[in-house]
């Protein structure tokens, strides 16, 4: 089967893994800036704080994941993805109680450490702290790298813009060139697709300082209000903001104020800013994927509003939309986009 896909972020990277895997003939068409995928944390959280709930779909997306990321690494020949532990220092008596609650369910042994955690002296604490079972981070700025090297010495990627005016819905050609599904993979950018522009895609704009933080005493990440990620290079990613329906991609005075704020407020230890960036997620209302078919122009699809939680929900959702484009499985209720028709 060949097989265009229009976006090498992160969605579009996912999908063309597996389907090269599956032995399809990939085409990847990326315009080369990324405000998204590149600039995200990676941090794979397995909980709701909010409501210190497991993450939606955690159960299978999570081990799915941790072994995607393992292959892909080996087949490109790269490390991206690292280990670390999430400690969650907890904002309110309530969050307490709750996590307390928690810890008594079998159901999240697999999330959470039952046992009292010892507060540490650099983190401003009240009500307590936990540790979180997750299995790391992917730094996305080598990720990006990586697989895009990858997939342009295949001779899978191409760097341009797409052109709408180009394709032929009826003939499925882009540029005279017959494909045999067109899957638009795009990001934020995605709102501005003819086809697909009737679906609830947002753009929420998210700001991040990378910092140092001398004598920082750990490599675990820290989580309240914001987090602190410890990377590899021996720097740290403080983030970060949420800015509905904005699409700048400039970073800006007031973001790293607030994070700033945020960040007084979680640790004692000074920091000096190295970078500020900004990036935009595509969000969806419902936090679900959108995934499907168009309903009139056969053969055209979307794979896209993979949010705050992308790098945990890209390798599962990228495997399940596979099998629908190659063995005609049922998506799921849940990410379909017949959902919003």
């Excluded at 080369?32 to 159960?59: C, Q, Y």
């Excluded at 704020?261 to 419902?286: F, M, W």
């Excluded at 992308?310 to 005609?328: K, S």
Aim: contains cysteine.
């Amino acid at each position: 089967m060949k097989v265009l896909i229009v976006g090498g972020g992160l969605a579009g990277i996912c999908l063309g893994h597996h389907l090269e895997d599956e032995g399809c003939d990939i085409t990847i068409i990326d315009k080369g800036e990324n405000f998204s995928s590149a600039i995200a944390a990676g941090m794979i959280n397995p909980m709701v704080f909010r409501r210190m709930l497991k993450t939606w779909r955690g159960d299978e997306v999570i081990p799915y994941l941790v072994d995607f990321y393992a292959k892909t690494e080996k087949k490109i020949g790269g490390k991206f993805f690292f280990p670390r532990k999430i400690k969650r220092y907890f904002s309110t008596e309530e969050e307490t109680n709750l996590w307390e609650m928690r810890t008594k369910d079998s159901s999240y042994s697999n999330y959470i450490s039952s046992e009292k955690e010892e507060p540490q002296s650099f983190i401003h604490n009240t009500f307590g702290v936990g540790t979180v079972f997750s299995p790391g981070y992917v730094d996305a700025t080598l990720f990006m790298r990586l697989n895009h090297r990858y997939f342009k010495d295949k001779k899978y990627l191409i760097t341009a813009s797409f052109d709408y005016n180009e394709l032929n819905t009826n003939a499925l050609t882009y540029k005279n060139e017959r494909f045999d599904k067109i899957v638009f993979a795009e990001g934020y950018s995605g709102v501005d697709n003819p086809f697909f522009n009737y679906l609830p895609l947002n753009q929420t704009k998210g700001e991040v300082l990378k910092v140092t933080i001398p004598n920082y005493p750990n490599k675990d990440i820290i989580n309240r209000k914001c987090f602190i990620l410890p990377t590899e290079d021996g720097t740290y990613r403080v983030g970060a903001t949420f800015a509905w329906k904005n699409i700048n991609t400039k970073p800006t005075e007031e973001g790293k104020q607030t994070l700033l704020e945020q960040y007084n407020k979680l640790c004692v230890l000074p920091l000096s800013i190295i970078e500020h960036e900004a990036g935009i997620r595509p969000t969806v209302s419902d936090r679900r994927p959108l995934i499907g078919e168009h309903q009139t122009h056969k053969g055209l699809f979307i794979f896209n509003g993979l949010g705050t939680k992308g790098y945990m929900l890209g390798p599962y959702f990228a495997h399940h939309f596979t099998q629908h484009l190659l063995h005609n499985t049922e998506l799921d209720d849940e990410v379909n986009i017949s959902r919003f028709l």
